[in-house]
Antibody
Framework: QVHLQESGPGLLKPSETLSLTCTVS?????????WGWIRQSPGKGLEYVGS???????YYSPALNSRLSISVDTSKNQLSLKLTSVTAADTAVYYC????????????WGQGALVTVSS | EIVMVQSPATLSVSPGERATLSCRAS??????VAWYQQKPGQAPKLLIY???SRATGVPARFSGSGSGTEFTLTIDSLQSQDFAVYYC?????????FGGGTKVEFK
């Protein structure tokens, strides 16, 4: 059974960089599928952040493209997210997800990690 | 970006009744609409994909329909565990987008 577990700092100050890691168990991340991030905030609901195939280029939300980096570490079986220059608008629960392709529904979700941006 | 609008925002239903949730897309979609259920403190769970296909393990009382820009999730004979928030999603175009959600609450 595939399990996704997010981890990272829960509290950031404005202008800092948000770094989250998703550790995948039950499946080798290098064997296939799209791996990505979705966030959920009270103000904007569910928002697709971006995703990546283990050996391909990432797909980023146009709204976050200039601040976002998503990568895969197949040796650690982990997915990473980095979002620079955060503001209060980036406060959200961040979910790690797995999908078949870039344009497919989300089959597997992690439990989510709450990130709060506050001075 | 394709905008998904769900209605109503809140639906009050009694157990055993039918719930009908709507989702409208800002442009015509192929069969690339999914529905998710989210309960408090949990991640969303895939219920329906490709407009009308139930995900593995989803009870038959959940059904999806629609085409073009209008889509519907129907829950027949609502059970206590069905009270939750439901989201539609389009995966026709990048970026994938979600509706704002419909909360199904106890009447």
């Amino acid at each position: 059974q595939v399990h996704l577990q997010e981890s990272g700092p829960g509290l950031l100050k404005p202008s800092e960089t948000l770094s989250l890691t998703c550790t995948v168990s039950g499946y080798s991340i290098g064997s296939g599928f799209q791996w990505g991030w979705i966030r959920q905030s009270p103000g904007k609901g569910l928002e697709y952040v971006g995703s990546i195939y283990h050996s391909g280029s990432p797909y980023y939300s146009p709204a976050l493209n200039s601040r976002l980096s998503i990568s895969v570490d197949t040796s650690k079986n982990q997915l990473s997210l980095k979002l620079t220059s955060v503001t209060a608008a980036d406060t959200a629960v961040y979910y790690c997800v797995r999908k078949d392709t870039v344009v497919s529904p989300v089959e597997i979700w992690g439990q989510g990690a709450l990130v709060t941006v506050s001075s | 970006e394709i905008v998904m609008v769900q209605s109503p925002a809140t639906l009050s239903v009694s157990p055993g009744e039918r719930a009908t949730l709507s989702c409208r897309a800002s442009q015509s979609l192929r069969s690339t609409v999914a529905w998710y259920q989210q309960k408090p403190g949990q991640a969303p769970k895939l219920l329906i994909y490709a407009v009308s296909s139930r995900a593995t393990g989803v009870p038959a009382r959940f059904s999806g329909s629609g085409s073009g820009t209008e889509f519907t999730l129907t829950i027949d004979s609502l059970q206590s565990q069905d009270f939750a928030v439901y989201y539609c999603q389009q995966y026709n175009n990048w970026p994938l987008t979600f509706g704002g959600g419909t909360k199904v609450e106890f009447k």
